[in-house]
């Protein structure tokens, strides 16, 4: 560090010319990678035949933590999910009292379907819920759902026919239902829109890695038991799950199915929501990072193209604080083509192409876009583009930083997020 700064000091043109030719390698070869997997993402996802001769049995696992919206979510999986009731399993996985009560009722009301985990010592983290459950789990199916989800009636059947298929992993297309609550909600939804229909999409139909979403995951068990379940202190354990199935050599599939979601609406939630994912995903760098470099026999299971999409995902907390950088070498270079820069410093040495950054991540926003329009949000370009780069390079990048901050000097920690039922009412509007 000592010697890089005594090499901006002495060099500040030589360390300038570096640092944007840096910059801008880095943003091509992601730009490049990215607009592929757009290409292919645009075109339909996987949608198969749901005339079943053989009903699998599913497993529906939902964890909660202190949610008084956990019956509305039990009730969607027994009489709004089309699917033969002595086929479906619920099991909730509970860590509150209250959620306890709420529970036992509904196994009291339906004992054949309904069963419940009552958890009194525990360590307080999602995936370690997951494992639990899982043992009580008889379902050739499993399915995490998250409490605030509402799936979609054909859901179960297009999964079910999809792993009969031969598929082990597919995750269903998440969509919010409170679009409307705040800008940050409305720009939750296009993002997500961008990543499920566009960014997973392309990348299961090009056979790379495809992470899974946290919820709206649909295995085959025995795919889930010969990985090892969850990593229980991962803070975003889905997409480790996802590389160790990736090393097992199932790809995860997109599907044209949904489960309807709530985004944060306020800035707060979004920050720690967001902070645990992105730690999460340094958790798995550092874990998996010299596995897929280092060791032969994994990198002949995966190939080049898996190595590559599992590590562009794992590292994207680090892009979103380039982008700060990128931007700042951007602008250096406009205003020393106005003169405005003493010419010491730069010496006409910020070439031209320090504007690529820029454009690529131009490409961010068209998917957002784009995956908001194919799902059929309303989408005011002009109106929310300021929203859309505040929420990628002000509010992405301090995300990011904060989980770094948490990842070098907090013990692992599980910032929940509050649900408040929200978007109930606007996805039976937006659906029918």
């Known amino acids: 560090m000592s010697a890089l700064a005594a090499f901006a000091a002495l060099m500040p043109s030589a360390f300038l010319f570096s640092l944007a030719a840096g910059i801008t390698a880095i943003y091509t070869a992601w730009g490049v990678y990215h607009l592929i997997v757009t290409i292919s993402g645009i075109k339909p996802p996987l949608s198969p035949d749901t ?6 049995r599913i497993s529906a696992i939902i964890p909660a933590r202190n949610e008084p919206i956990l019956g509305r979510t039990i009730e969607a999986c027994l009489y709004h999910v089309d699917y033969p009731q002595d086929k479906k399993e619920i099991i909730v996985v509970v860590d509150d009292e209250g959620g306890e009560r709420i529970a036992f009722w509904y196994q009291q009301k339906h004992p054949e379907t309904v069963k ?6 525990f360590f307080p983290t999602k995936p370690s819920a997951l494992n639990d459950a899982m043992l009580l789990c008889t379902g ?4 995490i759902m998250d409490v605030e989800d509402i799936p979609d009636r054909d859901v179960f059947k297009k999964a079910a026919a999809a792993i009969q298929g031969g598929k082990q992993a597919v995750q269903v297309m998440l969509r919010i239902g409170n679009t409307e609550d705040s800008w940050i909600s409305r720009i939750f ?16 139909n090009l056979k790379m890695f495809a992470p899974l979403g946290g ?4 295995f085959s068990r025995a795919a889930l038991r010969y990985v090892g379940g969850y990593e229980p202190t991962n803070l975003a354990e889905d997409a480790e799950l996802a590389i160790r199935l990736r090393i097992a050599r199932w790809n995860v599939s997109t599907l044209d199915a949904r489960h309807w979601e709530e985004a944060p609406v306020k800035f707060d939630a979004w920050l720690k929501q967001r902070t645990r994912w992105f730690r999460g995903w340094m958790q798995s760098f550092w874990k998996y990072a010299g596995i897929l470099l280092l060791q032969p026999t994994v990198a002949r299971r ?7 999409s599992t590590l562009v995902m ?3 907390p680090l892009i979103v604080v380039l982008n700060w950088i990128a931007y700042a070498i951007t602008v250096l270079w406009l205003l020393e083509g106005a ?3 003493p010419q010491f410093i730069t010496a006409d040495t910020v070439p031209f192409w320090t504007i690529i950054p820029l454009g690529f991540n131009g490409l961010y926003y068209y998917i957002w876009i784009k995956g908001a329009r194919l799902e059929g949000i309303e989408v005011k370009t002009l109106k929310y583009l300021p929203h859309m780069f505040f929420y990628m390079n002000v509010m992405m990048p301090i995300a990011s930083l904060r989980a770094f901050y948490q990842e070098l000097f907090k013990s692992v920690f599980w910032e929940k997020t509050t649900h408040h039922g929200r978007g109930v009412r606007s996805t039976a509007v937006e659906k029918h």
């Not at 419940?116 to 010592?121: G, H, K, N, T």
């Not at 990543?195 to 299961?204: A, E, H, K, V």
């Not at 919820?215 to 649909?218: K, L, R, S």
């Open 116 to 121: 419940v985990l009552a958890r009194r010592q």
């Open 51 to 56: 005339r079943l001769e053989v009903y699998p």
């Open 189 to 204: 939804a296009m993002e997500y829109a961008g990543w499920f229909r566009i960014m997973l999409n392309g990348r299961s």
């Open 140 to 143: 050739d199916i499993v399915v």
């Open 302 to 308: 995966i190939g080049f193209l898996g190595i590559f």
């Open 314 to 316: 794992l590292v994207s």
């Open 339 to 341: 003169g405005l820069v």
């Open 215 to 218: 919820t709206g995951n649909y």
